[in-house]
């Protein structure tokens, strides 16, 4: 009974000894183009990211275009007489809730966020393309976290 028990636990280890062995040659055959599709992966969704920073960016010029058109346009009316002696007039065209102001403001804000988020993702672009081994290191480093 003992042999029969040996037995059975001896074929047990080694067929766990060959499919390890399988396992870490599949691994060692796959982990390269693993890594390419990985760093491919990284490069594109990082070109998406940059390409939707610049959209960010010239929309929100638009803002600020608008915030300088209403800021200059309640200038040039409030200083005309004829819209002093009419108040609805200078109501209609004069910036009195700061309106002109808050869009320079918010388009500012917009575009200088944006314009971050085009330098750090060209940033990595660069890095992913150039420094592919770093970027590797970088991705490890995150798993053994």
């Known amino acids: ?6 037995d059975v636990l001896l074929r047990y280890l ?3 000894e060959t499919v390890a062995g399988q396992a870490i040659d599949f691994s060692k055959q796959e ?3 693993y890594i390419q599709e990985m760093l491919a992966y990284e490069f594109y969704q990082t070109i998406i990211l940059l390409v939707l ?10 803002p600020l275009k608008l915030g300088v058109k209403r800021l ?3 200038n040039a009316m409030a200083s005309k007489e004829n819209y002093k ?3 609805h007039l200078y109501l209609k065209h004069y910036d ?5 102001m808050m869009a320079i403001l918010l ?9 971050s988020g085009v330098a750090i993702t060209a940033n990595y672009a660069v890095k992913i393309k150039v420094a592919p081994r770093v970027v590797i290191v970088e991705k490890l480093k995150e798993l053994v976290k």
């Open 1 to 6: 009974m003992k042999e029969q028990v040996n």
């Open 14 to 16: 080694k067929s766990i």
């Open 31 to 33: 982990v390269p183009a």
């Open 53 to 62: 920073c610049v959209v960010v960016s010239i929309i929100s010029v638009w």
């Open 72 to 74: 200059k346009e309640s």
């Open 85 to 87: 002696n009419n108040f």
């Open 96 to 100: 009195v809730e700061g309106a002109g």
């Open 107 to 115: 388009g500012g804000f917009i575009l200088s966020v944006s314009l």
